[in-house]
């Protein structure tokens, strides 16, 4: 646990097996132990959860002022106390007694599964069995058994038999999570772990559940019997999926990634981490996996080229005027490469990472407001009132949700959401929802009552509702808040740092500003640079639709995540595109040069999260492939003007030389909201997000975890609900000119003019079916 | 302590001063001393033959002389291997590479949850330990008295799950197929199973 470093704590002197140790008043005797470095064995105890003292293992003498506990008390729950004489095992014969008494009833039903369970070899039973419980067995009766395994979620398997019903999992779910699916049931012997009959455990916690049972009794279905711990080598690694940040640890078995566990790091994802950072990682070895570079022949086919006969046709293509579009996946250091290449290579500012609905504000806000956010997961730890405006944490960012979880739980941190649909989080949080029609969030904003220790947390989505982040900003300024942006992509805020924006250079530079020029044209041995003030992704896709440019270098993103596919396929037909992915898109369809990139696991290199912490991550397979910057310091010295970022560790030395910039930053966009959508009838406002689990491509292939998705739906208030006269699960076609989807509806709390649909879930790809997510009129009727 | 020693001076001692032993250089012996030595050869020629003209003639091996290892079965033909990776633990010689998989109802290969999909001793790195053997908890590793192993690639080395399966023996199904009825994993292990039985023929 953090303490926090600005309260001081009244320190208390105990005596541990003869040791005196000092530690803040509060300590459990457990905790004060281990500062002395004497392990006292547990199960049940865990750090970040409240004491139940459930598995009395961890039982120790105690003595306090003379007054001894008649019997041994379990530490784990008492905390320390002045004048207090603790024996733990290593001096008491009588803890020592009850420990293995306590260990040999835990053993008396447990299966002998060893050989067959996933958690042999680094189980704390096996270990604290052998380090501190009898050798011999002297119950010789038949066990109770259960059948086995039962599977609470399509992710998660439990064996019963193996529990020993630490309520770890049950407290993770309902302190941390929130997601109160399993219980401890019956009692007694019989006493298991259950799920509420119909409802199977969907949470997108679930998989924590398994790295701290400290039994093999939650097992993930993905990992189950693929490999020993002896077998895995393990990398730190940090989360590719979102922007949370969560430190990981990625194991491998030959060359192949087998799991990933939650890191511990205290200021960001504690020990926690979602399951789509945890279960998917099988699209780095999809099958269609790009190997070598392909270039489109005179034929129009794309055929396989070698490395310099591609980077030489991808040289001869961009050298006629090219745009980049970088997607917002790539890590701080590619980002920052696509960002030089841009301006030394091609000489242009046109370059966008936002590969997804943004607009001419956000890019203003993003240089005046984000670029340099100092906001951190501390302030919400301290926040007296977290405002979220077009964010929703545990969709978006779970680990932010698991922060703002904890406050509330704590101390009841009062949560105000502005929206149109009232989600599960913001009933998890008691917040205070502020209903409003999709696209008219900025008026709720401006009429907020904040305090300078209030935190407004606005995610990507903010950008899709004209003046919404001018009127955020504008709540900052008159409140005194503090402001962050939370993307939903881990790269986002790296590439903004990175300067692969088009109004802003590294370091949060303006392009605009002479003397940012001159700083950065220094650092990069050129003589100037672009003063241009650079195309948007929207500006770049239109103008290469009226001709404007010839050519477009695109990294990993897929048009369907824009606002108008059907334009960003024609440009991408019709420009000259160079593509560097891991893996066939939709890009690569009408590339005409391809090249193969490193996926993450296969390189080195830094995500910075939406705090603009430096998520650092190591190579955890070894492979052929490079890195994007790699190849782009190739293109670049064909074209005869080169970046010179060969390595990912020259980039971070270059990226680590830049320095702050003291200048003056672009002033804070000021745009008016747009006046209300008026809808009569069959009329709906349509509003969207995605889901944490969907049709991701980062998701590809995990089938586990597909099936803890939420259900597919469509939201509609009640009103409306009466009006169509649909009931909860009657289909509901939602339609505009572009086209329709069809899906079970919901009713629930969302406002009345508005219908909601995941953005991109299976059966509900709104950006592919109806060319808009949000903000847009439909039609919506019963099927 | 090194003090007390006095350093030794240089050319203090030369090669040339250490004496060298003679070493008497006889002639040759008489005829009747040769025949003396050859009659130990002679006379072997008479004595019982130890060796055999290997390969035409093969002579088995110690009762439990380690060689090539087997992957054994069940009466009713189930693996024994459950793929739990001990023995590949237990190898000092990491000649051992197990992947588990489970097994389900349409495709069991052994009994109860676990199977190993996956197997493969390299005998290139095994020394013929036996530590392997030991570690087996279920008996599926054993070894066989089998040692003509050589072969001329490395690749041929590496022995799969199918060079290192025990044969089917009379009463035996090839797995995949269903668990005796009305049995557990429990009986297996205790050895109760001790032919299959006809519910358990599917055709594959
Ligand atoms: S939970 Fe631990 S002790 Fe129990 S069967 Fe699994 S590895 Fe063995
Ligand atoms: S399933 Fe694991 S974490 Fe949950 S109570 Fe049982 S032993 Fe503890
Ligand atoms: S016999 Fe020894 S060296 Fe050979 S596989 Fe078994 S444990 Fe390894
Ligand atoms: S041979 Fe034995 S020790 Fe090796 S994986 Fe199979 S069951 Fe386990
Ligand atoms: S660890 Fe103390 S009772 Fe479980």
Redesign the pocket.
Known sequence: MTPDTDVIVEQITLVIDGFEVTVPKGTLVIRAAEKLGIQIPRFCDHPLLDPVGACRQCLVDIEINGRAFPKPQASCTIPVEPGMIVKTQLTSPVADKAQKGVMELLLANHPLDC?VCDKGGECPLQNQAMSNGNPEMRLDGVKRTFEKPVAISSSVLLDRERCVLCARCTRFSDQIASDPFITLNERGALQQVGIYEEDPFKSYFSGNTVQICPVGALTGTSYRFRARPFDLVSTPSACEHCASGCDLRTDVRRGKTLRRLAGDDAEVNEEWNCDKGRWAFKYVTATDRLTVPQVRNENGELVTASWPEAIAAAAAGLSRGAAVLVGGRATYEDAYGYSKFARVALGTNDIDFRSRTSSDEEREFLAARVVNSTTTYRDIDKADQVLLVGFEPEEESPIVFLRINKQFKKRALKVTSIGSKESIAVEKLSANFVCVQPGQEAAAVATQELTAKSVILVGERAAESAGLLSATAALADRTGAKLAWIPRRAGERGALAAGAIGNLLPGGRPVADAAARVDIASLWNVDSLPSEIGRSADQIVSDINSGKISALLVGGVDPLDGPNPDATVAALEKAFVVSLEIANSEVTKYADVILPVAAITEKSGSFLNWEGRARAFETAVDSLNRSDLRILSMIADELGHSISLGTVANAAKEIASIGNWDGATISTPNVSAASAHSVSGDQAVLTSWRRLLDLGTLQKGEENLAGTARRTVAVISPKRAAALGVVDGQLLKISNSNGWVMLPALVENIHDDAVWAPRNSAGSQLLANLGVAHNSVVTVVKA | MSEHIEPMKKKEISVNDVEFAQIEQNGPKNLFTQMQGFWVTFATMFKKVNTVNYPEVKEPTAERFHGRHQ?NRYDDGLEK???????AWACPADAIF?EGAANTDEHRMSPGERY?RVYQINYLRCIFCGL?IE????R??TMTNEYELADETRAKLIFEKDDLLAPLRAGMLMPPHPMYPNTTDTNYYKNEIKSSHPSQEVSN
Request: aromatic content about 0%.
């Open positions: 050989p | 992957l291997c459950i793929g739990c990776e001990l023995c197990v190993g392997c570690a087996c908890p279920t599926a590793l």
